[in-house]
């Protein structure tokens, strides 16, 4: 059974850092494409950052030079490092491989 599991969230001022990790079980990340998606209050669900099972990755426009996604192959871990963070960038944050989701992970940016 494939579960994945974030932590890292929490509350930190505009301007501040994150962490985020995604730990898996029943899966090796770094065999398929990794994401992170982020849902705000009212709003649909949206990509955030993507790696590859070679190590490519792509992110949403809005958090290109802030985010940075990277994976930890030992410790079957993806993170998602996030700097300069922004009001605009409160959400719950989930991680997904393969159509399975994390129980997602509160991010709360103050102005």
């Known amino acids: 059974q494939v579960q994945l599991v974030e932590s890292g969230g929490g509350l930190v001022q505009a301007g501040g850092s994150l962490r985020l990790s995604c730990a898996a079980s029943?899966?090796?990340?770094?065999?398929?494409?990794m994401g992170w998606y982020r849902q705000a209050p009212g709003k649909q669900r949206e990509f955030v950052a993507g790696?590859?099972?070679?190590?490519?990755?792509d992110y949403a426009d809005s958090v290109k030079g802030r985010f940075a996604i990277s994976r930890d192959n030992a410790k079957n871990t993806v993170h998602l490092q996030m700097n300069s963070l922004k009001p605009g960038d409160t959400a719950i944050y989930y991680c997904?491989?393969?159509?399975?989701w994390g129980q997602g992970t509160q991010v709360t940016v103050s102005s």
């Open positions: 997904s491989q393969g159509g399975t």
């Open positions: 029943g899966t090796i990340l770094s065999r398929t494409y």
């Open positions: 790696i590859s099972s070679v190590g490519y990755t």
